[in-house]
């Protein structure tokens, strides 16, 4: 099924969403992007059922074809503090705020969200697979977070990011077990089931 252009017609509509919540390690991104209305890519979709090279390829597309895009993030320490759900929405809230253009309506990835001053706001249930500009934002946000994995696994190569992108792989928990966490985990999750806790926090 294809998916569609935009939920308003004649309003400047930003999809947002965001990458990396289910993560052990690292940042949670989320990007926002505002398309032409009558915009179409036969190839863009979620990014969970795209190929990392399709992914990759996409990207550069979306960011020339956008009347913009931005990209946020928030850190291990803020996730800790504000829980992940939190998080995932300030980082849509920071992508947001740095819009060239500002949205006058945001189609939001997911069933709730936390509501963006002065702009209303719509929740999709897996929105990323029904609109074109939550899709994009999918794509953004998973490439920039995997760019990010891919330089803190060369400063920590023991729990194999460049492989799992701080997801709880088996190498991962392993590697947790072995060597203890880093200051890029989040020390709220679950790092490893309970009976194998013998963790260190540097």
């Known amino acids: 099924m294809a998916l569609l252009p935009y939920l308003k017609a004649h309003c400047v509509e930003a999809g947002c969403d965001e990458a990396g919540r289910g ?5 949670v991104f989320a990007a926002a992007v505002i398309l032409p209305q009558d915009y179409h890519h036969a190839e863009l979709n979620d990014s969970k ?3 990392e090279k399709k992914r990759y390829a996409l990207r550069p597309v979306i960011e020339r074809d956008a009347v913009a895009w931005a990209t946020g993030l928030v850190t291990p320490e803020e996730i800790d503090r504000i829980n992940i759900l939190n998080a995932s929405f300030l980082a849509m809230h ?3 705020r740095q819009l060239g253009v500002v ?3 945001l189609l939001i990835d997911g069933n709730r969200f936390t509501p963006y001053p002065g702009i209303p706001h719509t929740a999709v249930v897996r929105g990323d697979g029904k609109y074109l500009s939550i899709a994009a934002a999918s794509v953004l946000a998973k490439t920039c977070r995997d760019d990010y994995m891919l330089v803190l696994a060369e400063r920590y190569p023991a729990y194999h990011w460049e492989e799992n992108k701080g997801y709880p792989t088996r190498a991962h928990r392993e590697a ?3 060597y203890g966490a880093t200051p890029c985990h989040r020390k709220s999750f679950t790092l490893l089931p ?3 806790l013998s963790l260190t926090f540097p």
């Open 23 to 27: 993560c052990l390690a690292g940042a």
């Open 49 to 51: 059922q795209l190929s």
């Open 94 to 96: 920071r992508a947001i």
């Open 103 to 105: 949205p006058e309506h």
């Open 176 to 178: 947790i077990r072995r």
């Open 194 to 196: 309970p009976q194998q």
